[in-house]
């Protein structure tokens, strides 16, 4: 399909375990973002790469996470020790920017289920 | 500090009935961008529309109007003749330009439910 996709859709873990979680945006796209969605919330920001680097990480929690976009297409992001306050819907947009504008919209993939036990 | 406010946590209508979903936004920035999205129960969020700060100019897509109004910094949607396939959780959120940060700030959502 032509829109962003996420694998795992569901990823059951117990806590301590190290997990990734991988996303493909829309070809072409050069922007990507990491979300995480708790239940009843809005998605709440992570990252956001620019081609291959992380302009922004400041929405990470802690340093048990980190991803990475190698070849400036998919991502990966990756958490260490899994704790069960990290069981969450973790989303991935990917968004083209206006290089004169800057404007862009993000275009959401179905998101990871991760559930830490 | 940006933020999204979207105060309506759960809505029920019956279906034919319009329906207006609140978001109040702040921000510091000049420039900006308001979204709404569509969460239906399968999860995936929908892109409904963007709106670019200097652009209050209101906007009607079928059934679907936004009403942008910057002096009391809201962007509300309005659904005319609603339907089940409505029923959806609509998140609201404010975007930066890239020289302030390109982060995405999401209000809570609204839970719109339309009963047959």
């Known amino acids: 399909g032509a829109g962003v996709s996420q694998t795992p859709s569901n990823k059951v873990t117990e806590k301590g375990k190290y997990v990734e979680l991988r996303c493909d945006p829309i070809?072409?796209?050069?922007?990507l973002y990491w979300y995480r969605q708790s239940l009843g919330q809005g998605p709440e920001f992570l990252i956001y790469?620019?081609?291959?680097?992380?302009?922004?990480d400041s929405g990470l929690p802690n340093d048990r996470f980190f991803a990475v976009r190698p070849e400036g297409s998919v991502s990966t992001l990756k958490i260490q020790r899994t704790q069960q306050e990290d069981s969450a819907v973790y989303l991935c947009?990917?968004?083209?920017?206006?290089?004169?504008?800057?404007?862009?919209?993000?275009?959401f993939g179905p998101g990871t289920r991760l559930l830490v036990l | 500090a940006q933020k999204v406010t979207q105060a309506q946590t759960e809505i029920s209508v019956v279906e034919k009935e319009d329906v207006t979903l609140d978001c109040v936004y702040e921000?510091?920035?000049?420039?900006?961008?308001l979204f709404w999205y569509k969460q239906p129960p399968s999860g995936e969020l929908v892109f409904l529309i963007r709106?670019?700060?200097?652009?209050?100019q209101n906007e009607i897509s079928g059934r679907y109007s936004w009403n942008f109004q910057k002096s009391t910094s809201s962007f509300n949607f309005t659904i005319t003749a609603s339907q089940v396939v409505d029923s959806a959780v609509y998140f609201c959120?404010?975007?930066?330009?890239?020289?302030?940060?390109?982060?995405?700030?999401f209000g809570t959502g609204t839970s719109l439910t339309v009963i047959p």
């Open positions: 790469f620019q081609g291959t680097g992380a302009a922004d």
């Open positions: 921000t510091r920035d000049t420039t900006y961008y």
């Open positions: 070809s072409g796209h050069t922007a």
């Open positions: 947009a990917s968004s083209l920017v206006h290089v004169g504008t800057g404007e862009e919209t993000q275009y």
């Open positions: 959120a404010l975007g930066r330009r890239p020289n302030t940060g390109n982060q995405f700030y």
């Open positions: 709106r670019n700060s200097f652009d209050e």
